[in-house]
Every structure is written in structure tokens, then in C-alpha cells.
């Protein structure tokens, strides 16, 4: 959530900043409901005050008396005005923060312009996509590939883009997501099981409602399945405040992640591109303000880290402000190269709200200096996203038997140096 003091101050300077976003917002209507707002908020305080002065009269007067009736009518006229305005002013207030809630974050000044994909920025390259892998297929091509990533019966059991992992499919699984965190856990991140399900508030203090309602799965309660383990995460501090000599805090968590993904079809969805559940290791910091952006930095070091210990080539993409998301201040990507679909993969995004979630979710640390609470920055990004990292592998990896190598780093997580598909 913005600073609505921004907002109000600054509002031309706002305008330009998410017409960077290349967002329908409506600011006026923002400001408009803001303004009956604090105007609702001055009649209802005056009121009380009005209020508070008639009662203090009527207690000078006797009981019983002329003045002291006519008194009691004017405080029972005021109290029924104030009870009114106040149900009103509660009405305006629930309006003023949906529509707060409606409004994105700001870019940072360092987001490159653009609109689509095709103008995000290339900010690092690391190993080549021209070097020769005679042997790489599309991982779905890969003979027996079905054997141990079983897509039929996970239809049949659940619906499409849940998929079954077989044997050594679930063994390399199990693998990645142990080397993961073991990794993170070297780089600093303390590591934490999380609820898998969060609540509505949880959803809002991160950005997914009111923005993402569609892609996720909802149970009666209502209950949102995670989409990534950020949510449950970053509210693990929700309404609360953090000692400033606690900063930074660095968490990182397993859990399956579960997308509707919408719309999505076509070749670029195939095998393991894109799945409706996935598991995936998240790394999650909360932050000083001051020091937000070289966090960031080290946050998106830490998971292109993990892609070089497994041998992959990858670039680094800074995002432009259209393809920076609905709540994030600045976001890399990391993508990994397929070698079989030549093309790449997105396999972590490592991102900068700055306080706009902090907001929402009212995460404060004490300022040293002043003894104030003051908002934390948040930052996250995937450390990593098993399913494309494994296509990759699979990919690149693919021997002329047919069976895959292992990357070193992974074979005392697997047991053995190759994957095989007979």
C-alpha cells in the first residue's frame, strides 16, 4: 500500500511514476474518496466535540431545572447526529482503503522504461547458449520421460498441470529442494515449514488480493492455497514490531505452490514449463530501508548462485516498468537456457517492495534514534523454482544413452551420478 501523505502531496509526481506501470489507475478517484474522507472525519470530530462541551454544561446545571432539560434534548440531538456521522465516516474510511488497496506500487527511479517483455534490460549473461548439447531434446521428448513424471494419471487423478513424480522423477525432486536449502542455509537464511493455506488478511498484506484473486485456489472458509511460500512468510510478522538491531532477517521456506495459471496453453506450457502445483524454495528478507536495494542485490546473488553450482547458463533480466509486477518496486529475473526448446526459462524473480507490503501488513521496527516504529522493507525472490531448473537438467544434461548426468553438487543428494529412464 502507498503513503497516502504522498498521494496527497505529490499526486502529479505519483501519476508519472505508475504511468511507468502502464496501469489503468484512477487517481482522482483515490484523492476524491480520500477528501470526503478526512472532511467526514473533521465534521465527526467537531461533533464530538460539540458533544463533550454539552455534556461538561450539563453537568454544571441542576437537575431538574429548565436549562438542564433542554440541555439533555441538545445532547440526544448531537449524540444521534454523531452516531450517524460515524456510521457514514466508517462507510467512507472502508471505501478510502479499498481503493488504496487498488493502487500499485510505485517503480523505483532505477526500472528501465518499457511496456512488454521484449524491453526488459539483459543486466547479466553467465554461460553460453551456443554451446553444443547434440544430444538435448524438449524434456517431454526425452524417451521414458513419462515413466517418471507421470502427467496422464495426474489428470485422471486431479486435472491437468499436477503431475505424478516416479521413482527417480520424485528422487531428483527431493534432491533439488534438499540442496536448496542446505545452500540458502550456508548463504545465511534461517529456515522455516510454513502453513501452506493463508487467510484473507495474509493474501492482502502481500499484494494477491485484490489483484491475483483468479489465479488462486480458494476453499470455503475461504482459505487461499500458497502460491509461493512469500505470502505465509512475510506475515509471519504481521502487526508487529521488530527490533531495529534485528535487521536484516533473512527466511527461506519449502513449500508446494499452487497457480491456477489461467489461460495458459500452447507449446511454451509443455511438461514441466508450466504446473498448476510445484514446489518451490522461497527467500524472504526483511530489511532496514536504508540498506533495501543492496539487500536486493545480495538476495539475487544468492540465487544465481545456485544455478552455477548446478552448471546452468542463465541471464539476469531487469524488469521494465510493464513487466514489473502490481506490488513490487524493482524485480530481476533469472532464466535459465533450455537447451531441447531453445529458448529460456524463468526460474526466479528477486524483488523489492520496499514498504508498500510492510504497510498492508503494519511490519515496524523500532528506530533506534527515536524509539518510533518506523516500516521495514520487504524483498523476496526464488531460491529456487524446482520445475524449469529440473527441464533444464534434464535438457541440457541428456547424455547419448539416454540418461542424464547429475551435476556434482547434486549426487549426495541423489545417491548416484545419473538419471535414467529405462
Same mark, same amino acid.
Given at each position: 500500500?502507498?503513503?497516502?501523505?504522498?498521494?496527497?502531496?505529490?499526486?502529479?509526481?505519483?501519476?508519472?511514476?505508475?504511468?511507468?506501470?502502464?496501469?489503468?489507475?484512477?487517481?482522482?478517484?483515490?484523492?476524491?474518496?480520500?477528501?470526503?474522507?478526512? #472532511?467526514?472525519?473533521? =465534521? /465527526?470530530?467537531?461533533?464530538?466535540?460539540?458533544?463533550? +462541551?454539552?455534556? !461538561? @454544561?450539563?453537568?454544571? *446545571? $441542576?437537575?431538574?431545572?429548565?436549562?438542564?432539560?433542554?440541555?439533555?434534548?441538545?445532547?440526544?440531538?448531537?449524540?444521534?447526529?454523531?452516531?450517524?456521522?460515524?456510521?457514514?465516516?466508517?462507510?467512507?474510511?472502508?471505501?478510502?482503503?479499498?481503493?488504496?488497496?487498488?493502487?500499485?506500487?510505485?517503480?523505483?527511479?532505477?526500472?528501465?522504461?518499457?511496456?512488454?517483455?521484449?524491453?526488459?534490460?539483459?543486466?547479466?549473461?553467465?554461460?553460453?547458449?551456443?554451446?553444443?548439447?547434440?544430444?538435448?531434446?524438449?524434456?517431454?521428448?526425452?524417451?521414458?520421460?513419462?515413466?517418471?513424471?507421470?502427467?496422464?494419471?495426474?489428470?485422471?487423478?486431479?486435472?491437468?498441470?499436477?503431475?505424478?513424480?516416479?521413482?527417480?522423477?520424485?528422487?531428483?525432486?527431493?534432491?533439488?529442494?534438499?540442496?536448496?536449502?542446505?545452500?540458502?542455509?550456508? #548463504?545465511?537464511?534461517? =529456515? /522455516?515449514?510454513?502453513?501452506?493455506?493463508?487467510?484473507? +488478511?495474509?493474501? !492482502? @498484506?502481500?499484494?494477491? *488480493? $485484490?489483484?491475483?484473486?483468479?489465479?488462486?485456489?480458494?476453499?470455503?472458509?475461504?482459505?487461499?492455497?500458497?502460491?509461493?511460500?512469500?505470502?505465509?512468510?512475510?506475515?509471519?510478522?504481521?502487526?508487529?514490531?521488530?527490533?531495529?538491531?534485528?535487521?536484516?532477517?533473512?527466511?527461506?521456506?519449502?513449500?508446494?505452490?499452487?497457480?491456477?495459471?489461467?489461460?495458459?496453453?500452447?507449446?511454451?506450457?509443455?511438461?514441466?514449463?508450466?504446473?498448476?502445483?510445484?514446489?518451490?524454495?522461497?527467500?524472504?528478507?526483511?530489511?532496514?530501508?536504508?540498506?533495501?536495494?543492496?539487500?536486493?542485490?545480495?538476495?539475487?546473488?544468492?540465487?544465481?548462485?545456485?544455478?552455477?553450482?548446478?552448471?546452468?547458463?542463465?541471464?539476469?533480466?531487469?524488469?521494465?516498468?510493464?513487466?514489473?509486477?502490481?506490488?513490487?518496486?524493482?524485480?530481476?529475473?533469472?532464466?535459465?537456457?533450455?537447451?531441447?526448446?531453445?529458448?529460456?526459462?524463468?526460474?526466479?524473480?528477486?524483488?523489492?517492495?520496499?514498504?508498500?507490503?510492510?504497510?498492508?501488513?503494519?511490519?515496524?521496527?523500532?528506530?533506534?534514534?527515536?524509539?518510533?516504529?518506523?516500516?521495514?522493507?520487504?524483498?523476496?525472490?526464488?531460491?529456487?523454482?524446482?520445475?524449469?531448473?529440473?527441464?533444464?537438467?534434464?535438457?541440457?544434461?541428456?547424455?547419448?544413452?539416454?540418461?542424464?548426468?547429475?551435476?556434482?553438487?547434486?549426487?549426495?543428494?541423489?545417491?548416484?551420478?545419473?538419471?535414467?529412464?529405462?
Amino acid at each position: 500500500m502507498l503513503d497516502p501523505k504522498i498521494i496527497r502531496e505529490t499526486p502529479d509526481l505519483v501519476r508519472a511514476a505508475l504511468a511507468k506501470k502502464h496501469l489503468t489507475v484512477d487517481l482522482d478517484a483515490v484523492l476524491a474518496v480520500d477528501a470526503a474522507w478526512r #472532511a467526514q472525519l473533521q =465534521e /465527526v470530530e467537531q461533533l464530538r466535540s460539540s458533544q463533550k +462541551a454539552a455534556n !461538561t @454544561a450539563m453537568a454544571a *446545571l $441542576p437537575k431538574g431545572s429548565a436549562e438542564f432539560i433542554a440541555k439533555v434534548q441538545e445532547m440526544k440531538a448531537v449524540s444521534a447526529q454523531v452516531k450517524e456521522r460515524e456510521t457514514q465516516l466508517k462507510e467512507t474510511e472502508e471505501k478510502f482503503r479499498q481503493a488504496m488497496l487498488s493502487l500499485p506500487n510505485l517503480p523505483h527511479a532505477s526500472v528501465p522504461e518499457g511496456r512488454t517483455p521484449e524491453d526488459n534490460v539483459i543486466f547479466a549473461l553467465h554461460g553460453s547458449q551456443e554451446e553444443s548439447l547434440p544430444h538435448a531434446l524438449p524434456h517431454w521428448e526425452i524417451p521414458g520421460f513419462e515413466k517418471l513424471f507421470d502427467f496422464a494419471r495426474g489428470a485422471k487423478v486431479t486435472g491437468a498441470g499436477f503431475p505424478f513424480y516416479v521413482g527417480d522423477g520424485a528422487r531428483i525432486v527431493r534432491a533439488l529442494l534438499h540442496f536448496f536449502l542446505d545452500e540458502n542455509a550456508k #548463504a545465511g537464511y534461517t =529456515e /522455516v515449514s510454513p502453513p501452506i493455506f493463508v487467510n484473507a +488478511a495474509s493474501a !492482502t @498484506a502481500t499484494g494477491q *488480493l $485484490p489483484d491475483k484473486e483468479g489465479q488462486m485456489y480458494e476453499t470455503s472458509d475461504p482459505l487461499y492455497a500458497v502460491p509461493t511460500a512469500e505470502v505465509p512468510l512475510t506475515n509471519f510478522f504481521r502487526d508487529e514490531i521488530v527490533e531495529e538491531s534485528a535487521l536484516p532477517i533473512y527466511r527461506c521456506a519449502y513449500t508446494p505452490c499452487f497457480r491456477r495459471e489461467a489461460g495458459s496453453y500452447g507449446k511454451d506450457v509443455r511438461g514441466l514449463n508450466r504446473l498448476h502445483q510445484f514446489d518451490k524454495v522461497e527467500l524472504l528478507k526483511w530489511v532496514h530501508p536504508a540498506t533495501s536495494y543492496d539487500e536486493l542485490d545480495k538476495l539475487r546473488v544468492d540465487a544465481e548462485r545456485l544455478l552455477q553450482k548446478l552448471g546452468l547458463s542463465y541471464r539476469v533480466l531487469l524488469m521494465c516498468g510493464g513487466d514489473v509486477g502490481f506490488a513490487q518496486a524493482k524485480k530481476y529475473d533469472l532464466e535459465v537456457w533450455s537447451a531441447g526448446q531453445k529458448r529460456w526459462l524463468e526460474v526466479s524473480s528477486c524483488s523489492n517492495f520496499e514498504a508498500f507490503q510492510a504497510r498492508r501488513a503494519q511490519i515496524r521496527f523500532r528506530a533506534k534514534d527515536n524509539g518510533k516504529p518506523e516500516l521495514v522493507h520487504t524483498i523476496n525472490g526464488s531460491g529456487l523454482a524446482v520445475p524449469r531448473v529440473l527441464a533444464a537438467l534434464l535438457e541440457n544434461n541428456l547424455q547419448a544413452d539416454g540418461r542424464v548426468k547429475i551435476p556434482a553438487v547434486l549426487v549426495p543428494y541423489f545417491g548416484k551420478e545419473y538419471l535414467s529412464f529405462a
